[in-house]
């Protein structure tokens, strides 16, 4: 399985951007998708998750409100619309799938700088 993410930069606090990742797993093998992070010196983190079949999400505390997850089920694409972004957002931003196997697969990661 391969996880193609596209959609890091740099931006101004404030600002938002939209990260996209697609697998090439196969609609009916995912159970679900979503968004990690890791900022230097700092441990990853689950950002935002969502499922495949009913689209039941989750959420870091600290992105309620300002962050979406979302998911094309037809392209196997997950997105995560990130709005009023602050410079403690910044990071590694890392695709993330599990499929109904239990098997867990990662991509490899797009940088999100917020800096003025």
């Known amino acids: ?16 951007l939209r990260l ?3 697998a090439s797993a196969g609609t ?12 230097p010196g700092k441990e990853r983190e689950m950002v935002a998750t969502i499922t495949f079949p009913g689209g039941i999400t989750n959420y870091l505390d600290s ?3 300002r962050f979406t997850v979302s998911r094309d089920r037809a392209m ?10 602050k410079s403690e957002d910044t990071a590694v931003y890392y695709c993330w799938t ?4 239990k098997s867990e697969y990662w ?8 800096s003025s």
């Open 1 to 16: 399985v391969q996880l193609v993410e596209s959609g890091g930069g740099l931006v101004e606090p404030g600002g938002s």
């Open 20 to 22: 996209s990742c697609t």
């Open 28 to 39: 009916f093998t995912i159970s679900a998708m979503g968004w990690f992070r890791q900022a």
């Open 63 to 65: 992105v309620k409100g």
């Open 76 to 85: 196997d694409t997950v997105y995560l619309q990130t709005n009023s972004l």
């Open 98 to 101: 599990s499929l109904w196997d």
């Open 107 to 114: 991509g490899p990661g797009t940088q999100v700088t917020v």
